[in-house]
C-alpha cells in the first residue's frame, strides 16, 4: 500500500482529498502545516505528498526546500496560487509538478 502524505492548514481540503484517495487503496496521512509534514517525513516510509504553498509556521516554499535536503519523495504543490511565475517558483523550490486547486 503506498503512503499519502497530504500538507494544507485548510481541514476541509485534507478531508475532502482523504475522502478521494481512501477508495484507492492508499494509506492517507494528515498535517496541517509544515512543521507537521517534516516530522512525519521523518517518522514515516512516505511514497508522496501533496502540498498547499500558502499556510502558516512555514509556506510550501520553505516545506519542500527543507524535504529536498534530507529526501527525494516525489512533491506536488496543490495550490489556490495559479500564476505562472507561482508554478515556476514552486518547481524551482524542489516540487516535481504543480496543479492548482
Known amino acids: 500500500m503506498s503512503t499519502?502524505?497530504?500538507v494544507d492548514d485548510e481541514?476541509?481540503?485534507?478531508?475532502?482529498?482523504?475522502?478521494y484517495l481512501l477508495p484507492q487503496g492508499y494509506e492517507i496521512?494528515?498535517?496541517e502545516n509544515g512543521r507537521q509534514a517534516l516530522q512525519?517525513?521523518?517518522?514515516?516510509?512516505?511514497?508522496?505528498?501533496?502540498?498547499?504553498?500558502m499556510m502558516p509556521e512555514m509556506d510550501g516554499i520553505q516545506t519542500v526546500r527543507e524535504i529536498?535536503?534530507?529526501c527525494n519523495v516525489p512533491v506536488i504543490f496543490l495550490s489556490a496560487k495559479g500564476e505562472e511565475e507561482?508554478?515556476?517558483a514552486g518547481l524551482e523550490a524542489g516540487a516535481d509538478d504543480y496543479i492548482t486547486k
Open 4 to 6: 499519502i502524505l497530504l
Open 11 to 19: 481541514r476541509d481540503i485534507l478531508l475532502a482529498l482523504r475522502i
Open 29 to 31: 496521512l494528515l498535517a
Open 40 to 53: 512525519i517525513l521523518r517518522e514515516r516510509k512516505i511514497d508522496l505528498i501533496l502540498l498547499d504553498i
Open 68 to 70: 529536498r535536503s534530507f
Open 86 to 88: 507561482d508554478k515556476i
